[in-house]
């Protein structure tokens, strides 16, 4: 079963961006779907973004115009760029297979002045 770690996250200032990176335990060539969540405190898992291994990407509402996704198969990683943060943007941050059941330990995104 393919193991997924997040880093990137942080405190930024409203406005601001950050690079959440995903890495696989191995590679990802066979998994059709990639997706990025979010949970803030007190609500549910929320798909953010997600991308076919032959790139097609889907965005939430929240995300589009803002956050790209991207991956790269070979290495096994999947990136979430974020610009132009908002204070609701505040969350744990998640990647995995969109078939997935486990989440991994996420990466804390905090957006305040």
């Known amino acids: 079963q393919v193991q997924f770690v997040e880093s990137g996250g942080g405190l930024v200032q409203p406005g601001g961006s950050l690079t959440l990176s995903c890495t696989a335990s191995?590679?990802?060539?066979?998994?059709?779907?990639m997706g990025w969540y979010r949970q803030a405190p007190g609500k549910e898992h929320d798909l953010v973004a997600s991308?076919?291994?032959?790139?097609?990407?889907y965005y939430a509402d929240f995300a589009r115009g803002r956050f790209t996704i991207s991956r790269d198969n070979a290495k096994g990683t999947v990136s979430l760029q974020m610009s132009s943060l908002r204070p609701e943007d505040t969350a744990v941050y998640y990647c995995?297979?969109?078939?997935?059941?486990?989440w991994g330990p996420g990466t804390q995104v905090t957006v305040s002045s």
């Open positions: 995995r297979d969109v078939l997935g059941h486990s």
């Open positions: 991308i076919m291994n032959g790139g097609g990407a």
């Open positions: 191995r590679s990802i060539f066979e998994i059709f779907r």
